[in-house]
Structures are given as structure tokens and as C-alpha cells.
């Protein structure tokens, strides 16, 4: 318990710490006007309290990645606590809180718009692919969990199938409807029961003081027979740093009355979901010491969803648990719906197509909810059409993750800024992404020494390319 105390202190001494020194690099101006003032369109532009903004955009951002993820993650050992907390503070939580103001200082501008402005009409294009792809991926990946999950907690004649129409339903009113109808109004309560079930399970971690690995006595067992490098740092993605959490940033700098409340909202949401990855990185680190990660009676992996649902029920009791299930349902929900309307914005601005009408937001929604349900019903149809999606999923959100990396690292040397903060995370970013693909099954299934020279490769490419820029620049 040492290692996961001195980590979760970590977190949050590094928020006060480092994320003071990132707010001041940008130097957030209180007297500047916030496009949620200078362009209030009651739709997606529009002034709201800030510890809502906060809440939204923590729930926005969590989806599945902390938990399922982390549970994911703990089968790599404790490394996973160190990827946590590192990715948290140094990359994630700067890639989310950059994200957020450069679209603040750009009108509310969306991702691509800004890889575009600093890295050239090239990168917006296939941002605008890439960005979208993704978001149709979310839409799709994060329906079975929360689903499977609402199944478990009905009755047997409510099956899974009844709950992803659902879940799909709300996904369409959320996605069409303005921001401050049903995600203004009912993301608060969403966030209250998933921040109750990380502090439950916190206070349960306590209580138990299970015999948890410390780090200086290795990395403690390790399940997984994939490779840490780059397995565990796709697997734990949202927990650390994630690619969609760039795409979620600008929904909320639409809403935002002043850059002073960057640092909470954006840094601090990050840190807050690194947060709940680690603790249940360290409960899923309990369970398989328990349990395995193999159900004995039937054969079959734990899933996370099993996982998750066996720990909450084990640790919080009956109400508890299903409170607890509660916030967990509602992670992935509250990410996939945010994630199809990013996804209207997106394709909305490429079009130059304002969304004040509802009859253009239903121009770019009808086909959008066409081709996502069309994923959906595949990764339901084949038995590994899931994981296969959400593999895809995976890298998709590392790869964005490098090329917004790389747009806030030219920002920063435009602007006579400290670049390290954000190079470092894209040269690491860009090994993570290029050595997946050429070592994951669904990738190119290369032999590892050939990936890892591949990742290295890409690296000094992407170095080289940096300075020989930099030098024009200057």
C-alpha cells in the first residue's frame, strides 16, 4: 500500500506543482472575452457555471479508459502505477489543458482546426478523418459495457440488446439537443455517483489493506503475456493520456466565462480521472492476487465489466454497489454521447455549417448515427468484432494524442514558450503509436526487434524534422 499512498499523493501534489507551472506558461488572461460570451448561439455556445463545466468535461473525458482500462493495465503490475501517474501529470494533463485553451484563444475552434493552424492544411485534413473515425468508434465501443453492466443489475428479461437501444436512443437526443438541456442538467449527478465510487473503493483499499506489490520489490505479477512497451500504454489510455480527450476540450471552452478556470477544468479533470484510474488499478491489482484472471467455474477471462461489478458488490455492499455500478454505467455513456456530438462540430465546421438550425444538426446526425450504429451492430455480430473495434479504438486515440502533441509543441516554440513540456510527451507518444501498430495483432504483426526499431526510427524522423523546423522558424 506504500507504492499505490505515495502515488496517489503524487497526483495530487503534482496538480498544485506542475499544473501551477503549466497555467503559467499560458498565462491565462481573466480580462480576455470567452467564446461562450462573444458567440452565444444557445446550442453549443453558451456561459455555464464553472463546477459544472468541471463535471462535464470529467465525465466527458473518463468513458471506460479508468476503469476498464486501468483493470486492463494491472495485469502489467504495478508498472501500471508509474504510467498512471507520469502520463497524468506530464502528458495527459498538459495535452487536455493545452487542447482546451488553444480552442478558447480560437473561438471555440475544434481539434483539427487547430492541428491545422499549426501544422499545416495536410494535418487538419486527415485530423478531420482521423477525429471522426474515432468518434464513431466511441460511439460504438462504449454501448456494450455500460450495457452489459445495466443487464446484470435488471431483470432476466431485460437483456443486453434492450439496454444498447436504449443507450443509443440517448445518445441521439444528447447528441441533437442544446448543450444545457440534458448534458447541462443530468452530467452533475452522473459525475457524483462515479467520483462516490472512486472514493468508495479508495476508502475500501484502506479498510482492507490488501498485500498489494511494492514497487521496490518488482513490478509484482505480471498476467499479461504482451509486452509492456507499447501494450500497457494503449491499454491504459484515458487514465493517462488520451487522443478523444483533445476532441472533448473544445466542447466545454464553448462554455467557459473565463481562461482563469483552465487549470481546474482542464488540468485538473485529468488529474482527478488519473485519479480513479489508479485506484482501481490497484483494487483490479487485489483481484487477480484473489481470483486470476480467469473464472475458474466457466473458463472464460474476467472482463472488465466483471471485474469492476464483482469488486464493487465484494467491497461496498448491496447499495453501495449498485451505486457504484451507477457511476461506472454512466462513465462510458456520458463519453460516447459527447463524443458524437464532437463529432457534429467536427464535420459541422468543415462544412461551414452553422447548428443554431435543427434541421442541419439532423443533416449531419442522420448519416453520423447511421454509420456508428452500423459499427455497432458489427463489433455485436462477430465474436471478436469487439475487440477488434476497440483495439482500432485504442490506437486511433494514441495517434491523435501525437499529432495534438506535436500541434501545442509548435505553438509553444511560436509563442518563445518552454516547448520541452509538450516535446518530450510527442517524441514518447510517437514511439507508443507507430511501435503498436507494427507489433498488435491487428496492426502488422511484426516480430518485436523489427517494431522497436521501427518506433526508434520514427522517433529520430520526427526529432530531425522538429529541429530543422525550428531553426526556419527562428
Same mark, same amino acid.
Given at each position: 500500500?506504500?507504492?499505490?499512498?505515495?502515488?496517489?499523493?503524487?497526483?495530487?501534489?503534482?496538480?498544485?506543482?506542475?499544473?501551477?507551472?503549466?497555467?503559467?506558461?499560458?498565462?491565462?488572461?481573466? *480580462?480576455?472575452?470567452?467564446? %461562450?460570451?462573444?458567440?452565444?448561439?444557445?446550442?453549443?455556445?453558451?456561459?455555464?457555471?464553472?463546477?459544472?463545466?468541471?463535471?462535464?468535461?470529467?465525465?466527458?473525458?473518463?468513458?471506460?479508459?479508468?476503469?476498464?482500462?486501468?483493470?486492463?493495465?494491472?495485469?502489467?503490475?504495478?508498472?501500471?502505477?508509474?504510467?498512471?501517474?507520469?502520463? &497524468?501529470?506530464?502528458?495527459?494533463?498538459?495535452?487536455?489543458?493545452?487542447?482546451?485553451?488553444?480552442?478558447?484563444?480560437?473561438?471555440?475552434? *475544434? !481539434?483539427?482546426?487547430?492541428?491545422?493552424?499549426?501544422?499545416?492544411?495536410?494535418?487538419?485534413?486527415?485530423?478531420?478523418?482521423?477525429?471522426?473515425?474515432?468518434?464513431?468508434?466511441?460511439?460504438?465501443?462504449?454501448?456494450?459495457?455500460?450495457?452489459?453492466?445495466? %443487464?446484470?443489475?435488471?431483470?432476466?428479461?431485460?437483456?443486453?440488446?434492450?439496454?444498447?437501444?436504449?443507450?443509443?436512443?440517448?445518445?441521439?437526443?444528447?447528441?441533437?439537443?442544446?448543450?444545457?438541456?440534458?448534458?447541462?442538467?443530468?452530467?452533475?449527478?452522473? %459525475?457524483?455517483?462515479?467520483?462516490?465510487?472512486?472514493?468508495?473503493? !479508495?476508502?475500501?483499499?484502506?479498510?482492507?489493506?490488501?498485500?498489494?506489490?511494492?514497487?521496490?520489490?518488482?513490478?509484482?505479477?505480471?498476467?499479461?503475456?504482451?509486452?509492456?512497451?507499447?501494450?500497457?500504454?494503449?491499454?491504459?489510455?484515458?487514465? +493517462?493520456?488520451?487522443?478523444?480527450?483533445?476532441?472533448?476540450?473544445?466542447?466545454?471552452?464553448?462554455?467557459?466565462?473565463? =481562461?482563469?478556470?483552465?487549470?481546474?477544468?482542464?488540468?485538473?479533470?485529468?488529474?482527478?480521472?488519473?485519479?480513479?484510474?489508479?485506484?482501481?488499478?490497484?483494487?483490479?491489482?487485489?483481484?487477480?492476487?484473489?481470483?486470476?484472471?480467469?473464472?475458474?467455474?466457466?473458463?472464460?477471462?474476467?472482463?472488465? +465489466?466483471?471485474?469492476?461489478?464483482?469488486?464493487?458488490? =465484494?467491497?461496498?455492499?448491496?447499495?453501495?454497489?449498485?451505486?457504484?455500478?451507477?457511476?461506472?454505467?454512466?462513465?462510458?455513456?456520458?463519453?460516447?454521447?459527447?463524443?458524437?456530438?464532437?463529432?457534429?462540430?467536427?464535420?459541422?465546421?468543415?462544412?461551414?455549417?452553422?447548428?443554431?438550425?435543427?434541421?442541419?444538426?439532423?443533416?449531419?446526425?442522420?448519416?453520423?448515427?447511421?454509420?456508428?450504429?452500423?459499427?455497432?451492430?458489427?463489433?455485436?455480430?462477430?465474436?471478436?468484432?469487439?475487440?477488434?473495434?476497440?483495439?482500432?479504438?485504442?490506437?486511433?486515440?494514441?495517434?491523435?494524442?501525437?499529432?495534438?502533441?506535436?500541434?501545442?509543441?509548435?505553438?509553444?516554440?511560436?509563442?518563445?514558450?518552454?516547448?520541452?513540456? &509538450?516535446?518530450?510527451?510527442?517524441?514518447?507518444?510517437?514511439?507508443?503509436?507507430?511501435?503498436?501498430?507494427?507489433?498488435?495483432?491487428?496492426?502488422?504483426?511484426?516480430?518485436?526487434?523489427?517494431?522497436?526499431?521501427?518506433?526508434?526510427?520514427?522517433?529520430?524522423?520526427?526529432?530531425?524534422?522538429?529541429?530543422?523546423?525550428?531553426?526556419?522558424?527562428?
Amino acid at each position: 500500500m506504500v507504492t499505490f499512498s505515495v502515488a496517489l499523493a503524487l497526483l495530487i501534489v503534482g496538480y498544485i506543482v506542475y499544473g501551477g507551472f503549466v497555467n503559467r506558461i499560458f498565462s491565462p488572461d481573466s *480580462n480576455r472575452t470567452t467564446p %461562450a460570451v462573444a458567440m452565444n448561439d444557445g446550442v453549443d455556445y453558451m456561459p455555464l457555471p464553472t463546477w459544472k463545466i468541471f463535471m462535464i468535461q470529467f465525465l466527458n473525458i473518463a468513458g471506460l479508459g479508468p476503469i476498464f482500462g486501468a483493470i486492463m493495465g494491472a495485469q502489467f503490475g504495478t508498472a501500471s502505477y508509474l504510467w498512471i501517474v507520469i502520463g &497524468t501529470l506530464f502528458a495527459g494533463a498538459v495535452h487536455d489543458f493545452f487542447s482546451g485553451c488553444l480552442s478558447i484563444r480560437n473561438d471555440g475552434a *475544434n !481539434l483539427p482546426e487547430l492541428i491545422g493552424k499549426y501544422l499545416g492544411t495536410s494535418a487538419k485534413t486527415a485530423m478531420n478523418l482521423l477525429s471522426i473515425i474515432l468518434m464513431v468508434l466511441v460511439g460504438a465501443v462504449f454501448v456494450s459495457g455500460p450495457a452489459e453492466l445495466l %443487464a446484470g443489475m435488471t431483470h432476466n428479461t431485460i437483456n443486453v440488446n434492450f439496454w444498447i437501444v436504449v443507450i443509443f436512443l440517448y445518445y441521439i437526443l444528447a447528441t441533437l439537443l442544446p448543450v444545457d438541456k440534458i448534458i447541462g442538467r443530468i452530467y452533475p449527478v452522473f %459525475a457524483i455517483a462515479l467520483l462516490f465510487m472512486a472514493f468508495g473503493v !479508495l476508502v475500501m483499499l484502506y479498510v482492507k489493506s490488501p498485500d498489494l506489490p511494492e514497487m521496490w520489490q518488482g513490478f509484482g505479477t505480471k498476467y499479461d503475456k504482451s509486452p509492456i512497451f507499447p501494450m500497457m500504454f494503449v491499454s491504459i489510455a484515458c487514465g +493517462a493520456i488520451s487522443g478523444f480527450h483533445a476532441t472533448q476540450s473544445p466542447l466545454m471552452a464553448r462554455c467557459m466565462k473565463s =481562461e482563469r478556470h483552465c487549470r481546474p477544468i482542464f488540468y485538473g479533470a485529468m488529474v482527478t480521472e488519473g485519479i480513479v484510474a489508479l485506484i482501481w488499478a490497484a483494487a483490479a491489482t487485489w483481484f487477480f492476487s484473489e481470483h486470476g484472471t480467469v473464472d475458474a467455474a466457466t473458463g472464460i477471462p474476467y472482463s472488465g +465489466a466483471k471485474v469492476a461489478t464483482m469488486i464493487s458488490k =465484494e467491497w461496498l455492499g448491496t447499495i453501495g454497489g449498485i451505486v457504484a455500478i451507477l457511476g461506472i454505467v454512466a462513465a462510458p455513456i456520458t463519453s460516447g454521447d459527447t463524443a458524437l456530438r464532437s463529432a457534429r462540430l467536427i464535420i459541422a465546421d468543415f462544412l461551414h455549417m452553422e447548428q443554431k438550425s435543427m434541421r442541419h444538426r439532423l443533416m449531419i446526425c442522420l448519416p453520423l448515427f447511421l454509420v456508428t450504429a452500423a459499427t455497432l451492430v458489427y463489433s455485436l455480430a462477430d465474436a471478436d468484432g469487439f475487440k477488434i473495434i476497440w483495439r482500432y479504438f485504442a490506437w486511433c486515440n494514441q495517434t491523435l494524442s501525437v499529432f495534438t502533441l506535436w500541434a501545442i509543441t509548435v505553438y509553444l516554440v511560436r509563442e518563445k514558450k518552454p516547448h520541452i513540456i &509538450t516535446l518530450i510527451p510527442a517524441l514518447f507518444m510517437t514511439c507508443v503509436s507507430v511501435t503498436y501498430i507494427c507489433i498488435a495483432p491487428e496492426g502488422f504483426s511484426l516480430p518485436h526487434p523489427i517494431s522497436y526499431a521501427i518506433g526508434a526510427v520514427a522517433v529520430a524522423i520526427a526529432f530531425v524534422w522538429f529541429l530543422g523546423w525550428k531553426r526556419k522558424v527562428r
